[in-house]
């Protein structure tokens, strides 16, 4: 994957937004003001692309576990973030889906007013 296709993946989901909050360097993407993915633009111009995505806490254990390309989040809550190298030998595809799990996770934890007002929103 490249930092193009995870862009634009990221923001073809239903009410994300990009945001720098922390640094000029790191790009956020939040749906319903709470953040789902984030990640060092630097990085990705030193060749070394990572997200980090909040997971769920059995299956971010599941992964580490599996994938030498998973690791616990970077500056996040171990618990609930992985680190996923983008350079590895994991397909577009897987990396997609862990990037809809992470999305999921954040949308349904929001109140149902704000969940509303993001599925009645154009895509």
């Given amino acids: 994957m490249?930092?193009?296709t995870y862009y634009e993946y990221c923001l073809s989901k239903k009410g994300v937004s990009e945001h720098f909050p922390f640094d000029e360097d790191t790009l956020?993407?939040?749906v319903g003001g709470k953040m789902f993915a984030l990640s060092s633009l630097s990085n990705w111009e030193k060749n070394e692309p990572a997200?980090?995505?909040k997971c769920d806490p059995e299956r971010a254990q599941?992964?580490?576990a599996e994938y030498e390309?998973?690791?616990p989040g970077f500056h996040m809550s171990k618990v609930h973030w992985n680190t996923i190298a983008v350079n590895?030998?994991?397909p577009t595809n897987f990396i997609k889906e862990l990037i809809d799990h992470s999305y999921e996770l954040v949308f349904k934890?929001?109140?149902?007013?704000?969940?509303n007002?993001?599925?009645k929103l154009e895509n």
């Fill in 28 to 30: 956020v993407f939040k």
């Fill in 88 to 90: 590895g030998n994991l």
């Fill in 51 to 53: 997200v980090n995505l």
């Fill in 69 to 71: 390309e998973i690791k």
């Fill in 117 to 119: 007002e993001i599925i």
């Fill in 2 to 4: 490249n930092l193009e």
């Fill in 109 to 115: 934890s929001l109140t149902k007013k704000i969940q």
């Fill in 62 to 64: 599941e992964l580490r």
